[in-house]
């Protein structure tokens, strides 16, 4: 090796030693390998409200009778698994280490203004109170802060992305979900073409023609279940010509295709909500007459 390259491995050297020192100054690696102590105490069942703050996001989420509700930016009713792994994941925070307790350090470990903030709530009286910051070396802890501490502490699970979910993912976007012994007959329309899939005799006909199984059967599937990609809350004209119609189950749900964007908007009869579904989603309940009568041999 030439000097150069020997000067340049020694600044590397110095620069690793530089970080190593700032990071792990005297004091600031107080404890070591698994405490028990969890981050916070909470009641899952008693948990009534969750307020949810980060620099994308602002996040209001509160219980009525059994079921949750969000109440801010939007309301709207909530993802119920999506609140429940919240809670459940808050209740299980294992503490593993304690990293610093230097307030200047808040900022590394993105336990300030820059980390999620959640405050939890029982009975409308705060309960818990966590900044969770961003994640460990391993991938596999979070750094994680009391509101009420300067202490920043590394926890078991908890990954950022259960906390700072996008608005949409904390809405239940569910467009219908009808049980799947419910849904005897499909009207399909697209503009003058009408078709019906009705189940008659035990078995699934297209007027007289049989069907494929396997695709009636994924099919059926996905009518039990439809899920938007996203919601659409400013005010829409409803566009003239839909593209297509499907009604079951007491619910029509009606598609207009949007070209340039390769996806649909949607509105369902149930709800005045309008939605976004991409078109990969849609061809999966989308589908025509001859995707679902049985070939000719």
């Given at each position: 090796m030439n000097r150069n390259t020997f000067s340049l491995l020694g600044i590397l050297a110095a620069l690793v030693v530089i970080a190593y020192l700032v990071m792990q100054k005297p004091g600031e690696q107080s404890s070591t390998g698994e405490s028990g102590e969890f981050l916070v105490s909470i009641d899952s069942l008693a948990v009534d409200k969750v307020e949810i703050k980060s620099p994308a996001l602002h996040v209001v989420l509160a219980k009525r009778g059994v079921e949750w509700f969000m109440e801010s930016?939007?309301?709207?009713?909530?993802?119920?698994?999506?609140?429940?792994?919240?809670?459940?994941?808050?209740?299980?925070?294992?503490?593993?280490?304690?990293v610093s307790g230097k307030p200047e350090k808040h900022s590394v470990f993105q336990v300030d203004s820059s980390g999620t903030r959640?405050?939890?709530?029982?009975?409308?009286?705060?309960?818990?109170?966590?900044?969770?910051?961003?994640?460990?070396?391993?991938?596999?802890e979070s750094y994680a802060r009391r509101a009420s501490s300067d202490e920043v502490v590394t926890v078991a699970g908890g990954s950022p992305m259960t906390f700072s979910r996008a608005v949409k993912e904390w809405r239940d976007r569910t467009i219908a979900a009808p049980a799947r012994e419910k849904i005897n007959d499909v009207r399909y329309q697209y503009g003058d073409t009408v078709f019906v899939l009705a189940f008659r005799d035990s078995v699934w006909m297209v007027g007289k023609d049989s069907t494929q199984d396997w695709?009636?059967?994924?099919?059926?599937?996905?009518?039990?279940?439809?899920?938007?990609?996203?919601?659409?809350?400013?005010?829409?004209?409803?566009?003239?010509?839909?593209?297509?119609?499907?009604?079951?189950?007491?619910?029509?749900?009606?598609?207009?295709?949007?070209?340039?964007?390769?996806?649909?908007?949607?509105?369902?009869?149930?709800?005045?909500?309008?939605?976004?579904?991409?078109?990969?989603?849609?061809?999966?309940?989308?589908?025509?007459?001859?995707?679902?009568?049985?070939?000719?041999?």
């Amino acid at each position: 090796m030439n000097r150069n390259t020997f000067s340049l491995l020694g600044i590397l050297a110095a620069l690793v030693v530089i970080a190593y020192l700032v990071m792990q100054k005297p004091g600031e690696q107080s404890s070591t390998g698994e405490s028990g102590e969890f981050l916070v105490s909470i009641d899952s069942l008693a948990v009534d409200k969750v307020e949810i703050k980060s620099p994308a996001l602002h996040v209001v989420l509160a219980k009525r009778g059994v079921e949750w509700f969000m109440e801010s930016p939007v309301a709207y009713r909530a993802d119920q698994a999506s609140v429940a792994q919240l809670i459940h994941e808050t209740k299980v925070l294992e503490i593993k280490n304690t990293v610093s307790g230097k307030p200047e350090k808040h900022s590394v470990f993105q336990v300030d203004s820059s980390g999620t903030r959640v405050t939890m709530y029982e009975k409308g009286v705060e309960k818990a109170a966590f900044i969770v910051g961003k994640m460990g070396g391993s991938y596999l802890e979070s750094y994680a802060r009391r509101a009420s501490s300067d202490e920043v502490v590394t926890v078991a699970g908890g990954s950022p992305m259960t906390f700072s979910r996008a608005v949409k993912e904390w809405r239940d976007r569910t467009i219908a979900a009808p049980a799947r012994e419910k849904i005897n007959d499909v009207r399909y329309q697209y503009g003058d073409t009408v078709f019906v899939l009705a189940f008659r005799d035990s078995v699934w006909m297209v007027g007289k023609d049989s069907t494929q199984d396997w695709v009636v059967n994924n099919l059926i599937s996905s009518l039990t279940n439809v899920q938007a990609d996203d919601f659409i809350d400013s005010p829409i004209s409803r566009p003239s010509k839909p593209s297509a119609q499907i009604t079951y189950a007491g619910t029509q749900i009606t598609f207009f295709y949007v070209k340039e964007d390769e996806k649909y908007l949607v509105q369902c009869s149930s709800t005045p909500q309008w939605f976004e579904m991409q078109s990969w989603r849609a061809s999966q309940i989308l589908k025509r007459k001859n995707d679902i009568i049985k070939k000719a041999r």
